[in-house]
């Protein structure tokens, strides 16, 4: 079993507009009288590409099922994303146990620079130029979860000036 994420795995969920990519299946096994039973899990991401993402984590006795509950699930935990102009409206960080990422905007054409994780939760969010950079544990879990927290924290520039209640130049 390969220790890479796995986010090649991309498909359309029926008549919902969204898609998901499968990030990492996990296998576990126990021992039992009669030999090993094993289990899987699935980390899933599912998103519309036009601002809108969640994660899900699925597990079952089988491949298929732990995937299909990780789409169900992160169809429920679906987040709306500010965006500007295809990349993020300033610079955020997030974080989830050990796991910390950084994510710069960019201009128009750098691309998504991200490790396979981030990226899938990226591209389906529909970010298209950014700057990542990830720092302590590589965990695929973790660094999910913090991408999704860090967009999770953006604000558009409507909301800064309402809260700090003055007109922002530009």
């Known amino acids: 079993m390969s220790r890479q994420p796995r986010s090649n795995i991309v498909s359309s969920l029926d008549g919902t507009g969204l898609e998901d990519t499968v990030v990492r299946i996990y296998r576990c096994a126990t021992v039992v009288k009669g030999g090993r039973r094993f289990s899987f899990a699935a980390l899933v991401v599912v998103g519309d590409r036009k601002g809108r993402v969640g994660i899900g984590y699925g597990k079952a006795r089988e491949v298929p099922s732990a995937v299909e509950k990780g789409r169900k699930i992160a169809a429920k935990n679906l987040k709306t994303i500010k965006l500007r102009e295809g990349t993020l ?3 955020t960080i997030g974080t989830s146990g050990a796991s910390r990422v950084v994510m710069v905007p960019a201009s128009p054409g750098t ?8 990226r899938a939760v ?3 969010a529909g970010v298209h130029d ?19 927290e860090a967009l999770g924290g953006l604000f558009s520039a409507d909301k ?9 130049a530009g």
């Open 130 to 148: 950014v700057l990542t950079k990830s720092y302590g544990s590589r965990n695929p879990k973790n660094l999910v979860r913090a991408t999704f």
């Open 160 to 168: 800064i000036e309402e809260l700090r209640g003055v007109k922002l």
């Open 111 to 118: 691309g998504v620079i991200a490790g396979a994780s981030v």
């Open 89 to 91: 409206p300033h610079h």
């Open 122 to 124: 990226l591209e389906l």
